[in-house]
């Protein structure tokens, strides 16, 4: 629910968590929390102490920004963007369901998303679309109901998963055994289909899910530039330009994280804050000096890690290629 939190975008229910969650896993980039925001923050609004040293370059110009999604920051060419990681899902979907055809079983995943999931930097630092604020507040706009969850069969979650335990909930234990699972007369891959789907798939190289170094570096970007003192400046600008509004919060975290905004749905008050909000970054170039804060943040670690993020960028385009291998298509 706040700004810190973080939201993976899979549906629920068992099939989707055994499914949709495992094939999907590793396809995700960018988090965002349920009502807004991204990484970045503690549970009560202020800054989280980073966790890297690095300086940050100097700040040239901090322009006003009305839309951040317009804009993008240095850690996004080492994640992958909302059509790739569709992709890739379809495409270790594809493979889970070729394993499955082995054993006689024949299954339909939940249908990928179109590659038009929340951008990397909405939300990053809080509201700041007027429209969308004063229909959803806080809240992320609800896009669309549950995908369609068909329900598996005790074998077939055996050759999904590979285990020959698997709970209600759509968690799977191993076999306490070392005997290999047979099921219809054949060995099921270690790991179930699933399992062999994420192998076939980066046999090549790259790996599925954002690595350890790029979620940090953009969790540390955000963390960092939100507690630096060229951008608490202009939260004591905003903080001035809510009260005449008639709200008191020292900073747009604060305002979104307000223990009153975390119903299911937006509250009278929520809009009416949230609109107040984005109205006051934009009087008082929030976004625009948070976001130049942030990208020198992150540019300062990414020289630092240069060599590493070269071979995940690399690990990235092969694992591409071979997802457009799969699905027949060319990026």
């Not at 396809?27 to 991204?38: N, V, Y």
Request: a neutral charge; proline letters at 6%.
């Amino acid at each position: 629910m706040n700004m810190n939190d973080h939201q993976r975008r899979f549906p629920r229910g068992v099939f989707a968590m055994v499914l949709a969650t495992v094939l999907a896993t590793g396809a995700c980039s960018s988090s965002h929390s349920s009502k807004g925001g991204t990484t970045g923050g503690s549970a009560d609004g202020k800054a989280v102490p980073p966790s890297s040293t690095v300086a940050p370059a100097s700040v040239a110009s901090t322009p006003e920004v009305l839309d951040p999604n317009a804009l993008s920051l240095p850690i996004e060419q080492y994640e992958m963007t909302p059509a790739q990681n569709n992709a890739i899902s379809r495409a270790k979907n594809e493979l889970a369901v070729q394993c499955m055809k082995r054993f006689g079983f024949t299954i339909t995943p939940p249908a990928s998303g179109n590659g038009t999931a929340t951008a990397f930097l909405d939300r990053r630092y809080g509201a700041t679309n007027a429209t969308t604020a004063a229909q959803w507040g806080y809240h992320l706009p609800n896009t669309g109901g549950k995908p369609s969850e068909p329900n598996l069969d005790t074998a077939q979650m055996q050759v999904l998963t590979g285990s020959t335990d698997t709970n209600r909930a759509g968690t799977t234990a191993a076999p306490t055994t070392g005997t290999p699972l047979v099921v219809a007369g054949q060995q099921v891959p270690k790991g179930g289909c699933m399992a062999e789907a994420t192998e076939k798939l980066t046999t090549a190289g790259g790996t599925l899910g954002e690595p350890d170094i790029v979620r940090q570096i953009d969790h540390d970007g955000y963390n960092r530039s939100a507690a630096d003192p060229r951008v608490t400046a202009t939260f004591a600008k905003w903080s001035a330009c809510m009260k005449g509004k008639g709200y008191s919060y020292a900073s747009p975290i604060e305002a979104e994280n307000d223990k009153d905004f975390a119903g299911r749905v937006a509250s009278p008050k929520e809009i009416a804050v949230a609109t107040a909000d984005v109205s006051c970054k934009q009087q008082t170039k929030v976004v625009g000096t948070w976001l130049a804060v942030d990208a020198a943040y992150e540019k300062a670690e990414i020289d630092v890690n240069a060599s590493t993020l070269a071979g995940i960028k690399q690990g990235n385009d092969t694992l591409l290629k071979a997802a457009d291998k799969v699905l027949g298509t060319s990026s």
